[in-house]
């Protein structure tokens, strides 16, 4: 039988065990690794941390959602990865990086197609034996 | 890899659009012997690398507790268990609970998740007792009840054709009871038309609006449709493995021991439509599932913009809606082109307010019930 569930000072820590159970930890942006990349040349970040330490203080100013009962996602303050290293953003920074990779999303929708309810979809097979 | 043990057919709910057939009798509730079975399955199908993530399902599966509570010892007692490797949940229809359960799932480590469709008006319409007999004073009180030991406990809400305008009072009236955590899906076996549709747009924009007010007021609420879009535009799509893998990462097992590729395809539990075959035999499955997530078979979707963020891949929901596992019909199609609508102009709108969204940025785009409750743990 497994211990009992850790309480007090333990539960953040615990918390972040478990939360990187959840899915499949990936950095963000994965797509944009070059744009990531130009960025942080641009504007000489200096690497805060890697990843897996977890030990990077931010040095943004700090979001107000940190009373968020909820397990979601990890740094509330604005960073991008790259490489294995954190990068710290201000909020400025922030909307530099992400103004024109939301612009582009934007363009995205614009570019929907949708199915149309009359359309005729051919059935295939579901299962199929083993070969 | 994701395995759902539906551990009995039967229920004491009569839900008008419930995917799984109930019976009584024979085969109603999973034998030991079967039990057995699965979890040996579990342990030799699961690559060592993978996670494995177990859900109890029914019927009502806390109609069978001692049964559930009897195979979490048995996984815990495998020689090959790893507790950094497991993640456990259960779906019950929230009509019963109690504190000596609660702590029973918290020495198992069994994170809940209750299914309500909303206030009572919408709840009794399609969720009642067999006997027809209302269940929203029920379900209402154990959801309060179990959000004391487990407060960002999910629960997931159905919408149909004639509660969709609703939706968004469904949101607010879980907001009231303290639910945090909010799932919305469609009842996918119903009859959806154009003209629910276009509701799409007007409906999610209001339940968008509800997210800003709880985010701005300090008590946000994770409602699916959102978070995960959210979660998904900021990363980029969803990537390869988040993907529905139903027949390769992902398997439900009947209580005969049928092994199928999602446990909403069990229904009737025939062993054939959809069946891969039976733990109780020498080879477990006979048969491959031709789900290919990657793989769209719908033309549409080809040169769509926002393809890479739809949950196009979701084989049973296209199944449901065109007969193919690759396929998405209409509906699904229009309801992830207003969810991500919503989503994009929800981060606009909190950016704009001085939210960075960065706290969406290191989640998936698809937590799972199980890890979602057990993060709070």
Known sequence: MPEPLLSGP?????????KWKIGIPADFWLVEEELIGKFITANKLKAAGKVAAGVAKSTAKAISIDNIIDPRGGRKTPHLHFKGDIYLLDAKQWREFSTPVLKEMSARLAAV????FESFIEVSQAVLPHQ | MKYTLAVTRQCNFGCAYCYI????????VMSPETAERVVEFIFSRTPEHENIDI???GGEPLLEFELIKSIMRR??????YD????????VTNGSIFSDAIAADLKEFRISPGISCDGPACIQNRSRVFRDGSPTSAAVEGNIRHALEFFPFMPVNAVYSPDTLDMLPDVVEYFHALGVRNIYLNPDISARWTARHAEMLDGVFSRIGTLYLDYYKAGAPCHISLIDSKITVILRGGYEPLERCRMGKGEFAFAPSGNIYPCERLIGSDDGDRHCLGNVHSATGMLKRCSHDSEHTSNPFCLNCGISRYCMNWCGCTNYFATGDYN??????????KASVTTAYALIEKLGEEGFSFADHLAGTPLQSIVGEVSGLQ
Not at chain 2, 21 to 28: E, K, M, Q, V, Y
Not at chain 2, 83 to 90: A, D, H, K, N, Y
Request: contains cysteine.
């Open chain 1, 10 to 18: 333990h539960m953040d820590f615990q918390r972040m065990e478990w």
């Open chain 1, 113 to 116: 197609r949708s199915i149309p």
């Open chain 2, 21 to 28: 057939s109930g019976i009584s009798g024979h085969d109603a």
């Open chain 2, 55 to 57: 859900g109890f399902f």
């Open chain 2, 75 to 80: 996984i815990y007692r495998h020689e090959r």
């Open chain 2, 83 to 90: 507790p950094e490797r497991f993640l456990f949940s259960v």
């Open chain 2, 327 to 336: 396929s998405p019909g209409a509906f699904i199609c229009a309801s992830e």
